[in-house]
């Protein structure tokens, strides 16, 4: 961070480049220590992405929360919202961009500070939340299958989903593209199945 907070003072288009760098290099991390499958080519955006779908944001006992998981993923999409913002100001006013020969627009100490510190609270959180579980994961085959129940009410609802000769079931192209969005609906299923099994009581004796 120390070279980031010299840029904001002295040259602030460079401090958008360093934001940018810091991100993806924490985010790149943290998917080679966790075993995690990327590609070399791929942007910032879905770097960051990838790592938030493979850390574990809840404490193990408000896992089935499904109104707190759905404010951590506004709360998430914030800061995927914060990350395209950088990578656009690193494109368009960054000391080291590429692109055409057109003069770069000059900011000041006070924008290059918003990008800085945006930076420094993604990979402080990204850092700590990777650090503060080390305990495998249970393999993603596994815990799909786990929710049989919940996997066959998807199903029902969306009907197999075909491309030309090959037939692909709903839940699981759910949870291999977006296993954020499994878990949080998985939550209120189990939510809905509690509640469900709650209100079912005993006759009352005659």
Do not use: W
Not at 46 to 62: G, M, W, Y
Not at 94 to 116: D, I, K, Y
């Amino acid at each position: 961070m120390e070279g980031i907070e010299r840029a904001v003072g002295e040259k602030p288009g460079l401090a958008f480049d360093l934001a940018k760098t810091l991100v993806e290099s924490v985010c790149r991390a943290v998917l080679v220590e966790r075993s995690i499958a990327f590609g070399d080519d791929e942007d910032l955006p879905k770097l960051f992405k990838t790592a938030t779908n493979n850390l574990p944001f809840l404490p193990a006992e408000a896992s089935g929360e499904a109104d707190v998981r759905k404010s951590l993923a506004q709360t998430l999409n914030g800061l995927h919202t914060a990350i395209q913002g950088i990578c656009e100001l690193r494109n368009q006013c960054g000391f080291a961009s590429h692109g055409s020969g057109n003069p770069r627009p000059a900011m000041e100490s006070v924008q290059a500070l918003l990008a800085a510190e945006a930076a420094d609270a993604i990979v402080g959180f990204l850092h700590r939340v990777h650090r503060q579980d080390r305990t495998p994961r249970t393999s993603p085959r596994a815990e799909y299958e786990e929710n049989a129940d919940f996997n066959e009410s998807v199903d029902e609802a969306h009907g197999v989903i075909r491309i030309f000769d090959a037939e692909f079931r709903p839940s699981e192209v759910l949870f291999q593209l977006e296993p954020q969005t499994y878990r949080v609906y998985l939550a209120e299923f189990d939510t809905e199945a509690q509640g469900e099994d709650g209100d079912t009581a005993p006759d009352a004796a005659p």
